[in-house]
């Protein structure tokens, strides 16, 4: 996608995090370490391969970068081979979401200083993925009309969510799509929640566009440091490109972890809008409670359960049940089987009968 103003549009996937909460589930479900945008659990696709064909319907591959973990190298190796080398980026050590974000941006921005940028979590499930890609399209397109501001896509809550970031809207604009945002707010208590969802505020999916000239500016007023160092990479991609890897490596060394939610757009709340969103299905999937929810809705739940080692279907009880008890089971694999079996066997509950 080209867009017509002569900008290019360019796609950042972040594919470097650890995802420690959900790390044991998944190694019990999809084997190998459990790294969760490696792991296939829809289908044979990892959650990274789902997300490049996803963002493949928007850009070519040629302006899709992927930021990933050296420590990650052997997954990498298997699930990105196909991949422009030059567009897979790694980054020396993890310091959270900003500098995860700004080193492919130096990357973009060396070979395409007026670029517009689409950024992507690796670790998201979507159900309706032509719907959601049409409202990147639409992102995209806002950024025509605001130039200077991040255009943040904002899904509609279904429940009262503490461990994403929310965003309240100063409410619709007359001829606009995306609205202004009044407030940003990051991971906030159970309670507060609850307030953010009676007043129709939207969850964050950490899925934005913007001009790469507007993030470079956004980080030099609230991260300085970093926009100091990023942008000498960017420079010394372009004057001894092979300088950089090791000026990378100890830049890192001193670099220090900044969030881009609440260390970037929180502070800047003017330069932020939220284009709400359909429902497509959108999740976080920073837990295996949310993962399991997911496949409850998209008929996946059993076959999930399986993979587990306890279907649960031939012991009577309904797809309620199963996720609820292994929720209560804290989803330990041998305690939640025994729990399951004990509870099957001390419940009124029966097998359900065999169809003839």
């Known amino acids: 996608m080209n867009q017509s103003n002569g900008r290019k549009l360019w796609g950042i996937v972040l594919a470097a995090g650890e995802g420690t909460r959900a790390r044991d589930f998944l190694r019990r479900l999809s084997g190998g370490r459990g790294i969760k945008q490696f792991c296939a659990v829809v289908g044979r696709r990892s959650m990274l391969e789902h997300t490049l064909a996803r963002v493949e319907r928007l850009i070519p591959r040629e302006r899709i970068l992927v930021v990933v973990s050296r420590n990650h190298q052997e997954e990498v190796s ?61 992102a995209v397109a806002e950024v025509q009309r605001f130039p200077r501001q991040l255009i943040l896509l904002g899904a509609t809550p279904d429940q009262a969510e503490g461990d994403y970031g929310w965003i309240e809207s100063t409410g619709q ?90 260390g970037v757009c929180a502070p800047l709340v003017s330069w932020l809008r939220v284009l709400p969103i359909p429902e497509v299905g959108w999740s976080d999937w920073g837990t295996a409670e949310r993962i399991l929810a997911s496949l409850q809705r998209v008929g ?57």
């Open 78 to 138: 298997q699930q990105l081979a196909h991949w422009p080398v030059d567009n897979v980026i790694y980054q020396p050590a993890n310091r959270d979401t900003a500098p995860g974000i700004l080193l492919p941006l130096a990357h973009i921005s060396h070979r395409d200083p007026l670029a517009t940028v689409t950024v992507f979590p690796s670790d998201h499930f979507v159900v309706e993925e032509e719907q959601f890609m049409d409202a990147v399209g639409g």
């Open 173 to 262: 604009e007359t001829g606009q799509k995306s609205r202004a945002i009044s407030r940003f707010i990051e991971k906030p208590s159970q309670a507060y929640a609850r307030e953010l969802l009676a007043r129709s505020a939207l969850w964050n999916t950490f899925v934005f566009a913007g001009q790469a000239t507007t993030l470079w500016e956004m980080v030099r007023r609230t991260a300085p440091d970093l926009c100091f160092t990023f942008e000498r990479i960017c420079r010394i991609l372009s004057f001894s490109s092979s300088s950089a890897p090791l000026f990378t490596e100890h830049a890192y060394e001193r670099l220090r972890a900044v969030n881009f939610s609440s």
């Open 300 to 356: 996946k739940l059993e076959e999930c359960l399986v993979r587990l080692g306890y279907g649960l279907s031939h012991y009577g009880y309904d797809t309620q049940h199963q996720i609820s008890l292994l929720r209560s089971c804290s989803l330990d694999g041998t305690l939640a089987g025994n729990t399951i079996r004990r509870r099957w066997a001390h419940s009124s509950l029966q097998p359900a009968p065999t169809k003839t």
